[in-house]
């Protein structure tokens, strides 16, 4: 198991955030399918795989590891959103990040920020990436990392809104990150 640290519960007003279980794991796996389904919808390809059944990020074994992190009002039993803050960078994130800052093991890497479609519109995704800066602590990282597909333009508006810099852009994907050094609760 990660040693992500939990520290705040509330997400956003009603909507808690709790590390998953393995019990959560057909739940959150069908909110990933339906967000796929989602996007294919749009138009877009970004995790078609998903509905081919690939999944890169395997989420029986994210959860096991404790990366995957759920979002729900407390009287209800449908997932509001999910992410996974992966502690170790994927073979993934090595392709795209690449070691030559030497800062590659700093960094915790946010994967799979889903927000259901239901919840779309209140703001959530902005509160989860806030989230995973003040209500969780990373002992030892000095970065969140994240990428989306570069021709994404409103994720590439989304994520500096947030205040995630910018890096480059690797393979077509845009690279991001925010220092944790701003925060305490490193």
């Excluded at 640290?5 to 393995?22: D, F």
């Excluded at 959560?24 to 990933?32: I, P």
């Excluded at 967000?35 to 989420?59: C, I, P, V, Y």
Aim: with cysteine; aromatic share 10%; net charge neutral.
């Amino acid at each position: 198991m990660n040693p992500i640290q939990l520290v705040h519960t509330e997400v956003q007003r009603g909507i808690l955030a709790c590390r998953a279980a393995s019990a959560d794991e057909t739940g959150l796996s069908e909110l990933m399918l339906n967000t796929a389904r989602w996007l294919k919808s749009t138009g877009s390809t970004q995790w078609n795989k998903l509905l081919t059944g690939e999944d890169d990020h395997r989420m029986p074994d994210a959860i096991a590891r404790g990366d995957v992190y759920g979002f729900r009002e407390s009287n209800r039993e449908e997932w509001a959103g999910l992410v996974i803050l992966q502690w170790n960078p994927s073979e993934w994130d090595h392709r795209l990040w690449g070691n030559e800052d030497g800062r590659i093991e700093q960094a915790v890497y946010i994967h799979r920020l889903i927000v259901n479609r239901d919840y779309s519109g209140r703001g959530l995704g902005s509160a989860i990436l806030k989230w995973t800066e003040i209500g969780v602590r990373y002992p030892g990282k000095e970065f969140l990392r994240l990428d989306c597909i570069g021709s994404n333009a409103v994720l590439n508006r989304f994520y500096p809104s947030c205040g995630f810099q910018y890096r480059r852009e690797s393979q077509g994907f845009s690279l991001y990150d925010k220092s944790l050094r701003a925060s305490s609760l490193v």
